[in-house]
């Protein structure tokens, strides 16, 4: 029953980071347990086939735990949910990441890659240059908590610093506390997102109700006390605007290596991760192994954070994209990077996306040497179909690298690849785009058969 305290045997890790063991038949799964120990752990949460719950004991204690470097973290009460696997060494993180990819690839997708890559990993702290912090007015305390939400509940912890986010940021966290606690829209005001480009740094203000005078004046004060810039949100992310007109108007996303500045807006979608970020354009790149002279697609292209890149190599890269406004965004960057006369950007609903759509792009292209696949947590399904219908070897790109943030997709499209479209799992590996945390990123490499 719930609250139950009960000892087992750890056997494995599941794919949020939660100890696996079994008990009287069924699979229990313990927050903050490691395969190989023996827990006491709180049941949380019974069902007729498996239970969960939250060790608060460690009998007997894995070598790979660690003591989590952030107070915030662990197995107490109220701990922070932002990081999940602070107390497993980080390089073990990664193997375990990897083990959740290859074991998905196999049970979900009956796949296994012909070569497993190089984990792209990074720094561990420090990394995270996008956040959404979560604020709450306690009026019983007359206080105010920010910071991000306590494991498994829609608390939020009540942190006093961050070790993933940058210290500035870190630093800013008790200082914010009091900033919205003087507001008089202090109980309206749910979340703050944090966004960084190059040295630039803006918090976007989630605001519910009409900005007062007086809030304005301690906004602009805040802001130019501590450099940043403040931006308010009234609705959804497209009605994001800055305070005043001198705050930053865009940031920037740089990639050194390819000479590219990619702007974007603080509400956009970017990496959290800048490096890992460069690490795996460049991955992407030499696995996509192109010539000078090869057209590639880049399918779910966003902003154009791979098409950009790509265009400085290939004769041309075709982004293909769901949205005008992000398609229209990305050929201003192309235009601002140099880089119009090879980048083309079309708008497609990839959801619903064909062989005759597969076909018609090529027609269009006079070929597709290369493709790029990186969807949202959905997957591309459609997308993968249709490459898989396309029995015609001159219509079928010699290569395609699929940039995947859920490995269950991810593996569900490698099946309908592979198993019923001929083509080759040649090698997949892990990113570690987000370091103490349960999310696996990953990419993969498949090729038609011979």
Known sequence: MRGERLKVVVESLDQEGRGVAHRE?????????????????????????????????????SA???????????????ACGGCSMQ??????????????????????????????????????????????????YVAKKNGVLVG??????????????????PRKISDLLLPLRDLVSSLTLRDRLPQIELAIGGSAVVLVFRVLQQLTAADGALLRKFGLMHAVGIWLQPAGPASAVPLDDDQPQRL????????????????????????????????????????????????FCGLGNFTLPFATRVRKVIGLEGSAFLVERAREAAALNGLTNRTQFEMCNLFDFTADDWRGLVDRAGAIDKVLIDPPREGALALVQALADTSVPSQRPARVVYVSCNPATLARDCNVMVNHGGWVLRAAGVVNMFPHTSHVESIALLEPSA
């Open 64 to 78: 790979l735990r660690v003591v989590p470097r952030c107070p915030h973290a662990g197995l107490h009460v109220g």
């Open 148 to 165: 991000f939400h306590e494991r498994a509940s829609s608390y939020v912890a009540d942190i006093h610093r961050c070790e993933v986010v």
């Open 25 to 61: 038949g069924k699979a229990v799964f313990i927050e903050g347990a490691l395969p190989g120990e023996t827990v006491v752990y709180e049941v949380l949460r019974q069902k007729a086939r498996y239970e969960s719950g939250r060790a608060i004991e460690i009998a007997h204690e």
């Open 252 to 299: 920037e996303l740089l990639l050194p290596e390819f000479g590219v500045a990619l702007p974007f807006l603080p509400t956009d979608f970017t990496q959290v991760n800048h490096r890992i970020n460069e690490v795996l354009v460049s991955r992407v790149l030499r696995l996509l192994a192109p010539n000078s002279t090869d057209v590639v697609a880049d399918f």
């Open 87 to 136: 107390h497993i060494d980080a390089r073990a993180q990664v193997a375990m990441k990897q083990r959740v990819l290859e074991d998905t690839l196999w049970h979900v997708g009956r796949v296994r890659p012909q070569m497993l890559l190089r984990p792209v990993a990074g720094p561990s702290w420090r990394y995270r240059h996008r956040a959404r912090l979560a604020v709450r």
